[in-house]
């Protein structure tokens, strides 16, 4: 019926859009069965492109997420604690 359709279209417009990067990290995570929560999660580089949604995507599964950049102290120190690293 066209409400049917009318309603799918607007829930599809609803759903956010997730940049590929940002989806394909989440993905071979999947793939291999890594778990997420509770992990510590370095991520560098700040973009709206991909670091951004990757933040979230990782704060969504529960992980404790620490976002990097140039502008970051000593990062070594940050990668060397991280349980997953998302260059």
Do not use: W
């Not at 279209?9 to 778990?35: D, Q, W």
């Not at 970051?72 to 690293?85: E, G």
């Amino acid at each position: 019926s066209r409400s049917s359709v009318t309603s799918t279209a607007a829930a599809s417009a609803r759903k956010p859009f997730v940049p590929c990067t940002a989806a394909g990290i989440m993905e071979l995570l999947n793939h291999y069965s890594i778990p997420v929560s509770g992990k510590q999660v370095v991520i560098i580089g700040r973009s709206a492109i991909v670091g951004m949604p990757a933040q979230l995507l990782f704060m969504k599964r529960n992980a404790t997420v620490n976002a990097c950049d140039i502008h970051t102290p000593d990062i070594a120190s940050r990668v060397a604690q991280a349980d997953i690293l998302v260059v």
